[in-house]
């Protein structure tokens, strides 16, 4: 009903309590159509409880519809899990919240130190390494059921660094079964487990291509300081990814299955970490985090165009989102310390 606005769309909307609920109406318009009547995209009711909880569900549904006029993929609904201390006690527990940071709750109660978290491509099984009996062992926790599901460890002082192929029926990890921590794969229980990696350094973090299943990045120290590399699922075809400066770890594969973000010291001295993405056909990279303390653990969220990862630069470790060109970056958590966060569906 005013001036012509510069904005491309316009959404609008207002809100009531009507018979104890969370009663909400959400429009779309296209502002450079003009007859409003033409320039509607949509008009939708929404219901929720009467409540935070929620008229945040109704808002977060309202910007999904949005987004999907676009041909955008909503975030509502996604999850972070992450390892948090704020248990005390010297405790390390996987926690799990709503991809805004809401909805912080605790998954496991080990009294011990749970680490390394990583998620089915459903978003049913949720692997992780813990010290619960001792030695580093790997465990498999259902989401829908919020049960433990047995999971065979082969013999070894170590068993660590879960993740899941594609597909879910196979669960890649690093043991020490050999004398060294190599790679291997086994089935959904750990049984008809498989050597995969064949070298005398320690390798770690198995990560499989979502577009590629016979391809996949890890961590490796065989040629000195720990580097990214790349190899096939029977161990062939091995190549360094990263130059060979400083240190490099935590690799983690765009949805795309062409890019992987990573914590690198390229540049700096060993301790400072920084976030970077590679283009993995060209080897190009670009550093999307800068100065701001230590900042590790980058996984990508269901879009492939937002990155959760943990930073020291708030004082402590915290989890904080970013989009991929390294702006947007906001903080999701500010109690303990909290580290290694995955976004899964």
């Known amino acids: 009903s005013g001036a012509p606005v510069n904005a491309g769309y316009l959404g609008f909307g207002y809100a009531a309590e009507q018979g104890g609920q969370f009663v909400a109406f959400g429009h779309l318009y296209n502002t450079s ?13 929404y219901n929720a409880p009467l409540s935070e909880e929620g008229a945040r569900k109704a808002g977060h549904d309202y910007a999904a519809d949005i987004l999907s006029q676009f041909g955008a993929p909503s975030l509502a609904g996604t999850k972070i899990y992450y390892v948090s201390d704020r248990s005390g006690r010297g405790t390390k527990e996987i926690w799990v919240m709503d991809f805004d940071g809401t909805n912080q709750k605790r998954l496991t109660s080990f009294n011990s130190i749970s680490t390394m ?5 459903d978003g049913l099984r949720m692997a992780f390494t813990t010290y619960a009996k001792g030695q580093p062992r790997i465990m498999m926790y259902s989401t829908e059921t919020g049960r433990f599901i047995p999971f065979l460890n082969p013999e070894a002082s170590m068993n660590a660094t879960p993740t899941f192929t594609p597909d879910g029926q196979q669960v890649l990890f690093s043991s020490s079964i050999s004398g060294y921590s190599q790679i291997y794969a086994a089935s959904q229980n750990g049984g008809g487990m498989r ?5 005398r350094a320690i390798e770690m ?3 499989v291509n979502p577009k590629n299943p016979s391809e996949l990045v890890f961590v490796s ?5 720990q580097q990214i590399y790349k190899m096939n699922m029977d161990g062939a075809d091995v190549t360094r990814l990263t130059t060979g400066e400083g240190e490099a770890s935590n690799p983690a594969w765009n949805p795309d299955g062409q890019h992987i ?3 690198w010291t390229r540049g700096f001295a ?9 283009d993995v056909a060209s080897r190009e990279t670009m550093q999307l985090t800068h100065g701001q303390g230590r900042n590790e653990n980058p996984t990508w969220a269901p879009d492939g165009l937002h990155l959760v990862f943990s930073s020291n630069r708030a004082g402590g470790s ?3 989102t970013m989009l991929a060109d390294g702006t947007e970056v906001k903080q999701l958590t500010t109690s303990g310390n909290n580290w290694m966060p995955v976004w899964a569906k």
């Open 33 to 45: 159509v003009a007859d409003a009547s033409s320039a509607k995209l949509f008009r939708k009711l």
């Open 117 to 121: 978290p990583a998620i089915s491509s």
């Open 195 to 199: 050597r995969i990696s064949t070298s």
């Open 205 to 207: 973090e198995p990560k």
């Open 221 to 225: 120290g065989r040629g000195g300081l």
């Open 261 to 263: 973000a990573f914590a």
């Open 270 to 278: 060993p301790g400072n970490w920084n976030v970077f993405i590679m």
């Open 318 to 320: 915290q989890i904080f």
